[in-house]
């Protein structure tokens, strides 16, 4: 038990602050995932959602996390994510531009904005915070980098 728990404490220590802009992204990603699907269950949303809007959000978080555990695929797991939750929010607009057609049908003003489904804005502010996470720790490293010392050189 006792070599697990080291193990772990190992992993996390070793992380750097892109991965943990991965993790908020993949926290907010879930988050957003669970919000689409309880609103789009709903009986007067269900024609404006589509299977594979979550079926995109699951795979960008299973393969972000699963390439975020190893060494050597840990720097394409925020690309993966950030790849997927594009395609996934593609799909989110794909199969509701006609709620935003009807509902934006005499301009866009604060009553229209009022009357959006919570479904609809809170999906596109998580998934606008989780390209913006994503997008920050595609450019920053994911692990921090051993530092070694040559042999024979001594350092002061």
Known sequence: M???????????????LGFWFTVAA??????QLIVYAVAFSSPSLRSYGDWKTT???VIAVVLCVGLACFKYTERFAPVALTLFELISF??????GYMYFSTLFYNGISAEAISL???GYW?????????????IVAIYKKQSREEKTVAQGVTTE
Do not use: E, N
């Open 122 to 134: 809170l999906s596109i502010v998580l998934y606008v915070l989780t390209f913006a996470l994503g």
């Open 55 to 57: 079926f995109f959000s």
């Open 2 to 16: 006792m070599m697990v728990m080291k193990k772990i404490k190992t992993f996390f220590g070793s992380r750097s």
């Open 90 to 95: 593609y799909m989110f607009m794909l199969y």
């Open 116 to 118: 959006m489904h919570y």
């Open 26 to 31: 993949v926290v907010l990603s879930f988050v």
